[in-house]
């Protein structure tokens, strides 16, 4: 398998099965094995004669190629005694002491098994209420977001992985403004990605720089007014300085929803790419397309045709993946095989850029966003036909906004998932972001350091006969290759990362890949720590301009344990 070592150290480290003493009872081999045979195996429930053997070679083939490979809790629990194989899920939180405790349970059956929630709080009557069994007064979302915190806090100890939750409330709840500024003090609530709930209403609002009212969820009625343009600069100030919270537009999310008869999209799934209903659970995959290159004339190029190959047979894992999926709750279960939405997208795409020698900020970057997704989300739908000629509609068809038109398998097909550990195990830029760093420096044992450097531009700095420690070490120090002296325009011109692309290249990109995701696109977008406010702003309205789902921004320094840092230590 090409994989390398770091990817290695991964699969060791989380994803292989062990024996009570830790010690890892499978090799990464036999977990592809485990993966793809457990996945083939749905095969047999729709047709007894079907050749479960040779879809599991295929399967494998996928993956070992690093080709595809589907979400994290796939990987680790395929095959297994739990089961649990979904990425995304989004509970409901009903306005009842009983509901809210049993959402902090479910979400804890959820994170044990590596899955991640989505919230929204906007239901839970405001701060100071009434209580009528009590006669108190309502603590608030924000108090029981911070319960819900503490319970996943416990539970990550234990756990897969990191349980990680998203929150919502809408602009209109009357405890916006706490919700807003409830992770300035960047300590709390740090299990949660947060978001504001914007509607198209407000959006209006901030325009034309009028009133809006703010509505008690518990009674309907309207408990105040705020500025419009007040709410939105503050959600700014707040993002701008520590990158929370972010932004959703929620009636857009609503246009999309395939299956309005159950009832609105209220959040989405903790990194924000997949809008989800109560109790709905999503399973995302991603194809890697570095290895959907072909040399055509010395250039490198896309191979369509592989590309079509692996999407058909991406779309059949993650079909399957609902099938042998073991949920945590009856409710998810049923809600999750009525609609049988799945999640495939791209990961690499900006290494791809660099093979092609196309900058990602330039009208060429994305128009081969907009090239490699269309065929991503046509053929996707083409197989989601396909499978419901021979399995039939997801269940929910004839209520769906399809049901005019062709039958598919599948509600939704297409997500463009972060892939922050897929993109290390297949060794490529993550998703569809552009390349944090090009060099950096890696502590390794009795301190030394090791300078770690891109792979494509070794070899094309090798090529240009330029590479040298010295040049790598200008890089690390610099944060970019684009002032470095001896690097060939060419390669400067191409080789740009995070920070060089202008917010404004990081919407685009995240708008052309919208227009042909059903679901949402994961995507931060990246500021220099000297930008204002204003730019922000700036960037929020594009967004919405532009029609992205929502938008997350991060200022560079603003956080003080931040994740990925460029010229220190990583
Ligand atoms: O690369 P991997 O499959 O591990 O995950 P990702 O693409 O980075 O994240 C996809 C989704 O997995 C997120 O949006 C979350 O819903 C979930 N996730 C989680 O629950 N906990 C984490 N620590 C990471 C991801």
């Known amino acids: 398998m090409p994989i390398s070592e770091n990817a290695r150290a991964v699969l060791e480290k989380r994803y292989l099965i062990r024996d009570e003493h830790g010690q890892p009872t499978e090799t990464v081999d036999q977990l592809f094995h485990r993966v793809a045979g457990a996945i083939a195996a749905a095969d047999a429930r729709f047709d007894p004669k079907a050749d479960v053997d040779a879809t599991a070679r295929t399967f494998y083939d996928m993956m070992t190629g690093l080709d595809f490979l589907p979400n994290s809790p796939t990987l680790m629990n395929a095959g297994r005694p739990l089961g649990q194989l979904s990425a995304c899920f989004v509970l409901p939180v009903a306005d009842s002491m009983e509901d809210i405790f049993d959402a902090i349970k479910n979400a804890a059956l959820i994170h044990k098994s590596g899955g991640g929630t989505g919230f929204s709080f906007s239901r839970l009557r405001a701060k100071g209420s009434t209580v009528n069994s009590t006669g108190g007064v309502a603590s608030g979302p924000i108090s029981f977001m911070k319960v819900f915190n503490a319970a996943t806090e416990a539970v990550k100890q234990g756990g897969t992985r990191r349980g990680a939750n998203m929150g919502i409330l809408r602009v209109d709840h009357p405890d916006i403004m706490e919700f807003i500024g409830c992770k300035n003090d960047t300590h709390e609530i740090n299990n949660f990605n947060i978001s504001v709930g914007l ?321 949402a696109v994961s995507k931060t977008v990246n500021f220099p720590n000297s930008a204002t406010r204003e730019e922000v702003a700036e960037v929020y309205t594009l967004a919405y301009k532009l029609g992205c789902k929502g938008t997350t921004i991060y200022r560079d320094g603003s956080r003080d344990e931040q994740v990925l840092n460029i010229g220190k230590v990583a």
């Open 199 to 519: 509607t198209e209403a407000f959006m209006r609002s901030v325009e034309q720089g009028g009133e809006y009212d703010l509505v008690d969820p518990a009674t309907g009625t309207v408990t105040g007014t705020l500025n419009a343009r007040r709410v939105f600069e503050t959600v700014v100030a707040s993002a701008w300085q520590t990158g929370e919270p972010g932004i959703i537009f929620l009636d857009r999310l609503n246009r999309d929803n395939p299956v309005p008869s159950m009832g609105e999209i209220e959040s989405t799934n903790p990194c924000g790419e997949q809008p989800l209903l109560p109790y709905e659970a999503c399973n995302l995959g991603s194809i890697n397309l570095v290895t959907h290159l072909k040399k055509s004339g010395g250039r490198y190029v896309l191979d369509k045709k592989k590309l079509g190959d692996t999407i058909r047979k991406a779309v059949h894992f993650l079909d399957n993946v609902i099938e042998v999926n073991k949920y945590p709750l009856d409710e998810i279960d049923k809600m999750t095989r009525a609609t049988r939405k799945i999640g495939l997208g791209v990961m690499g795409f900006a290494d791809m850029l660099l093979y092609m020698g196309i900058p990602y900020n330039s009208e060429a970057g994305v128009a081969q966003a907009k090239e490699v997704m269309e065929l991503v989300n046509a053929v996707g739908h083409q197989e989601s036909e396909k499978l419901a000629g021979t399995r039939g509609a997801f269940p929910l068809f004839g209520e769906s906004i399809y049901q005019n038109g062709r039958p598919l398998r599948n509600a939704t097909v297409t997500t463009i998932a972060p892939t922050g550990t897929l993109s290390i195990i297949a060794g490529v830029s993550s998703g569809v972001e552009p390349v944090f760093a090009y060099a950096y420096i890696r502590n390794v044992m009795d301190n030394t350091h090791l300078i770690e450097t891109n792979q494509i531009l070794k070899d094309r700095l090798t090529e240009a006969g330029v590479y040298s420690e010295e040049l790598m070490e200008q890089i690390v120090e610099q944060g970019s290759l684009q002032h470095v002296e001896g690097i060939p325009e060419e390669i400067r011109r191409v080789f740009v990362c995070a920070h060089d692309v202008s917010p404004i290249w990081h919407v685009k990109m995240q708008a052309a890949f919208q227009e042909y995701t059903d679901n």
